[in-house]
């Protein structure tokens, strides 16, 4: 398998652009996260989908961010208007999960923000 | 406040020696915690898991405690390899949150030869 995959790799967009980041989990997988990484802030999840329904989006910072996850080997993050805050790693992964056992997750190598 | 607090200063030892990194969380009731580790520019990865019913486990050179009294896990790494100079990051999995995984900010350890 190769793993979680995740698109584009690096991203740089001007402020009040919209930006899309990809995530492809692994085959099989049954629970996708998004994750934001930044020094100040560390490792943070953004949503979590289960069996591709959002479960908890406690973490999606405000309503410029949105994600879905239309089917079991997709989904998207979106962001809209991008702002220059909003520059950061951020990380797709994926888990086969089953009543809250906290299975390990796989993590994507990263989609790497920049907003000017 | 629920916090999970990691060493915030870099760790660095001498190859050979064991390293040891803390994770302590406070206003927490973790079912289990996990330890990854981050290569620069790359996604953490799953090292071990530890319950809440097990107070220690091992996997080759590494050692992880859990004490749920003191809210705290210990992650060991013995015989230390400037291989294992990383950012280790631990995580809590919580009751009733579907396999959420809480994160600390990460310990970077740097091993020198």
């Known amino acids: 398998d190769a793993g979680v995959i995740q698109s584009p790799r690096h991203e740089v967009t001007e402020m009040g652009q919209e930006v899309t980041l990809r995530c492809k989990p692994i085959?099989?997988?049954?629970?996708l996260f998004w994750y934001r990484q930044t020094m100040m802030r560390g490792l943070e999840l953004l949503i979590y989908f289960n069996n591709n329904v959002p479960i908890d989006d406690s973490g999606m910072p405000e309503d410029r961010f949105s994600a879905k996850m239309p089917n079991a080997s997709f989904s998207t993050l979106k962001i809209q208007p991008s702002e220059p805050r909003d520059s950061a790693v951020y990380f797709c992964?994926?888990?086969?999960?089953?009543?809250?056992?906290?299975?390990?997750?796989?993590f994507g190598p990263g989609t790497r923000l920049t907003v000017l | 406040s629920q916090k999970i607090e990691q060493n915030s200063e870099a760790l660095n030892i001498q190859e050979g020696k064991t390293a040891t990194l803390t994770c302590n969380y406070t206003?927490?009731?973790?079912?289990?915690l996990q330890w990854y580790r981050q290569d620069p520019g790359r996604g953490p990865v799953f090292l071990l898991l530890?319950?809440?019913?097990?107070k220690e486990k091992r996997k080759e050179r590494l050692k992880v405690t859990f004490d749920t009294t003191l809210k705290q896990s210990l992650f060991h790494i013995t015989a230390s390899q400037p291989a294992d100079s990383a950012t280790y990051l631990c995580a809590l999995v919580v009751y009733n949150q579907g396999g959420k995984l809480i994160f600390g900010q990460g310990t970077e350890l740097s091993v020198k030869p």
């Open positions: 085959s099989g997988h049954n629970s």
């Open positions: 206003n927490y009731s973790p079912a289990y």
């Open positions: 530890i319950r809440e019913n097990e």
């Open positions: 992964a994926s888990t086969l999960e089953g009543g809250g056992l906290g299975n390990e997750q796989f």
